[in-house]
């Protein structure tokens, strides 16, 4: 029996990074998509009430989300499993059992949309992974599917050229949609400039990471992050630091960071990690030991469901005042050298 034309998505973890493609593709097939609310409190407490406390944060955010849905009244939820995004490169266990975890700590009359990427395996590939997504619903044609897959890079695509040229995720999210590429004007420039290292479920979570782009802008301190960069540039920075890829999300910590720190525009850099995440530990001591070799300074911020806010902005104020003196400090140098140059002709 084919499946009403509805499915949710949850608002977490790889809607992040893919869910311009998900949109393109499965409005294509003609599916409506509905999305769970924005983050809130109630969100993290009652995907934290289901799990065992060790759960990372991002974790226990997704299963808020699916809870949310569920509240719509939505029965078919997309939940994929993405084991690996090219051979032997792998997601987290968490990530790669996602359906599983789900299935197991919610126990609701719900449709768990299931299907499995991974490409470590032979005969396991893009295509064949979104025909199990559209098989679901009664959809089988290979060429409408094909079509589909097609419609998803674009708005992908449309999305990605709108961040790397600085727009905001969520205007970028909404011209690329509407099926509009808009290119911002080039921003004012700032006394100081941050990297933000750190997984869009983290950075760009507003309750996760307490709005960090709109607490760094007040501090009029221009921010910026892995999505601005090219998957070339990302590349880059991973040889910069002599790291190999291991991890699916390691181009957004190791290959961020290995990019920014060789910038002279950026001032310092901001690491934002979850709590009690395995691979976010090691990929941040391998950050954390090449910082000293570009002589960048260096602020890691950890979140979980229990980080006060006052705390967190504390942090960041103090860091940025840092920076703010240094540049001081650097300006006041250049003007005494230029003037101790002239005093000799």
Request: glycine share 6%; proline share 3%; hydrophobic share 40%.
């Amino acid at each position: 029996m084919e499946k009403e034309k509805i499915i949710g998505i949850p608002r977490a973890m790889s809607y992040y990074n893919y869910f311009p493609f998900w949109y393109g593709f499965l409005t294509n097939l003609g599916l409506t998509i509905v999305l769970s609310d924005p983050t809130t409190k109630k969100t993290v407490s009652d995907g934290a009430s289901l799990v065992v406390t060790e759960t990372c944060l991002p974790i226990k955010v997704y299963v808020g989300h699916v809870l949310n849905l569920i509240d719509k009244g939505i029965k078919n939820i997309f939940v994929p499993s993405i084991q690996s995004i090219a051979p032997k490169i792998y997601n987290c266990s968490k990530i790669r059992g996602l359906p599983d975890l789900i299935r197991n700590v919610i126990k609701a009359d719900f449709n768990i949309i299931e299907a499995t990427l991974d490409k470590s395996e032979k005969n396991n590939n893009l295509i064949d992974f979104l025909t199990e997504i559209a098989n679901q619903y009664g959809i089988i044609d290979i060429n409408r599917i094909k079509a589909a897959q097609n419609a998803g890079f674009i708005v992908q695509n449309n999305f990605n050229v709108m961040v790397q040229n600085g727009l905001d995720f969520d205007s970028a999210l909404k011209n690329a949609k509407e099926g509009k590429v808009i290119i911002p004007p080039k921003k004012e420039q700032k006394t100081i400039s941050v990297a933000l290292i750190g997984h869009g479920y983290n950075i760009y979570d507003k309750r996760a990471s307490m709005d960090i782009f709109k607490k760094l802008e007040k501090m009029d301190v221009r921010v910026y992050n892995a999505y601005q960069l090219t998957i070339e540039q990302l590349k880059g920075g991973m040889n910069t630091l002599n790291s190999t890829l291991y991890w699916a999300n390691q181009h957004e910590m190791t290959g961020c960071a290995g990019h920014y720190f060789q910038e002279d525009k950026i001032d310092g850099v901001i690491t934002l990690t979850a709590f009690g995440c395995g691979p976010d530990s090691l990929m941040l001591e391998d950050i954390k030991r090449k910082a000293k070799n570009y002589n960048k300074p260096l602020l890691n911020l950890t979140i979980d469901e229990h980080t006060g806010e006052a705390g967190f902005v504390t942090r960041i104020e103090a860091f940025c005042d840092m920076l703010y003196r240094n540049k001081r400090a650097k300006i006041l140098k250049q003007r005494q050298q230029i003037e101790e140059n002239l005093a000799k002709i």
